[in-house]
């Protein structure tokens, strides 16, 4: 009996550490993220000038990657593939209490985070990508929820979610 209780504490312990309970632990955090925040998930992409302050779309095709428009930018350019986009951004843990350790703010940085839309997977995750798709224009600003598997490598290892706030200028050389 003291065997069968031991091997079911082990087998308990290891679904725990499993990548499976850890995807459900990080979907639980999106979820009462999303609900802490009061935001509101919509499905289609609205005119750009009916961007509710907490409507956020579902971005489709994308586990739980969310995107809120902030800031239209110049229209007067729309990102293509190829195109050097420069990025400042905030990023921070969903967690109730923030997590200081995974926080990160380039504004306080000389120099921009650079990578070629749609080509460089290196310096911008799958999130931003798509997130720069949304946005369209050089100038934009917005807002994502970014699970791990649309994140970076170190976000994929420690299957940790993020946020972040995203401006970008697109230079025209």
């Known amino acids: 009996m003291g065997c069968l209780l031991l091997l079911a504490a082990v087998m308990?312990?290891?679904?725990?550490?499993?990548?499976s309970a850890k995807r459900n632990a990080e979907d639980?955090?999106?979820e009462?993220?999303?609900?802490?925040?009061?935001i509101n998930i919509i499905y289609e992409y609205p005119?750009?000038?009916v961007w509710k302050e907490k409507d956020y779309l579902k971005v489709a095709g994308y586990d739980d990657l969310y995107f809120h428009l902030v800031e239209r930018g110049d229209t007067s350019y729309s990102v293509k593939?190829?195109?050097k986009i420069l990025v400042r951004y905030i990023r921070y843990s969903l967690t109730e209490i923030a997590d200081t350790s995974r926080y990160m703010n380039t504004s306080e940085q000389a120099y921009p985070t650079e990578f070629d839309y749609q080509?460089?997977?290196?310096?911008?995750?799958?999130?931003?990508h798509e997130a720069v798709r949304l946005m369209k224009h050089s100038g934009?600003?917005?807002?994502?929820?970014?699970?791990?598997k649309q994140g970076f490598d170190e976000a994929k290892s420690t299957v940790?979610?993020?946020?972040?706030?995203?401006y970008i200028q697109i230079p025209r050389y």
């Not at 009462?32 to 009061?38: C, N, S, V």
């Not at 080509?119 to 931003?128: E, K, S």
């Not at 934009?140 to 791990?148: G, L, Q």
């Open 160 to 166: 940790t979610p993020y946020g972040y706030d995203m």
């Open 140 to 148: 934009a600003a917005c807002k994502i929820i970014c699970p791990s």
């Open 119 to 128: 080509i460089d997977y290196t310096n911008a995750c799958v999130g931003w």
């Open 32 to 38: 009462k993220f999303i609900k802490r925040q009061g």
């Open 81 to 83: 593939m190829g195109d």
């Open 28 to 30: 639980k955090l999106i």
């Open 47 to 49: 005119d750009e000038s």
């Open 12 to 19: 308990t312990s290891c679904n725990q550490n499993s990548y």
